[in-house]
């Protein structure tokens, strides 16, 4: 529970730390589209880091699962794959990053879905 506690919190804290450096200094710096990019990053860290508060609370209330464990770990990689990526192609421009995007969002869905089949059990 304590480390998807932490988890969570550390990546809400980044994610307000990282929306605000958008709005207020890259705002000025990136193009609308990478903007617009950077800010799909910010938006799905902190959707994902409530995610992983969220699975702090199950996994006390579910006890040590292991389909509640693996889902905070992939919404975890989700974080640093997904959000990474957009952070680091807004910043770079380098477009092949964005190949690495679709790998968190699988990451977010099998995180979602083991969370659920938690759940149904």
Same mark, same amino acid.
């Given at each position: 529970?304590?480390? &998807?506690?932490?988890?969570?919190?550390?990546?809400? #804290? @980044?994610?307000?730390?990282?929306?605000? &450096?958008?709005?207020?200094?890259?705002?000025?710096?990136? /193009?609308?589209?990478?903007?617009?990019v *950077?800010?799909?990053?910010?938006?799905?860290?902190?959707?994902?880091?409530?995610?992983?508060?969220?699975?702090?609370?199950?996994?006390?209330? #579910?006890?040590?699962? /292991?389909?509640?464990? /693996?889902?905070?770990?992939?919404? *975890?990689?989700?974080?640093? @794959? *997904?959000s990474?990526?957009?952070?680091?192609?807004?910043?770079?421009?380098?477009?092949i990053?964005?190949?690495?995007?679709?790998?968190?969002?699988?990451? *977010?869905?099998?995180?979602?879905?083991?969370?659920?089949?938690?759940?149904w059990?």
């Open positions: 529970m304590k480390t &998807f506690l932490a988890l969570g919190s550390l990546n809400a #804290f @980044l994610s307000v730390a990282l929306g605000a &450096f958008g709005a207020h200094y890259l705002k000025q710096k990136l /193009s609308a589209d990478m903007l617009s *950077f800010h799909t990053g910010v938006q799905y860290h902190m959707i994902h880091a409530l995610g992983l508060i969220l699975i702090a609370i199950l996994s006390d209330k #579910f006890g040590n699962s /292991s389909l509640v464990n /693996s889902s905070g770990w992939a919404l *975890f990689i989700g974080i640093v @794959l *997904f990474g990526s957009l952070y680091a192609l807004s910043l770079s421009g380098i477009k990053l964005g190949a690495i995007t679709p790998l968190g969002g699988v990451s *977010f869905l099998i995180g979602w879905i083991l969370l659920a089949v938690a759940a059990k």
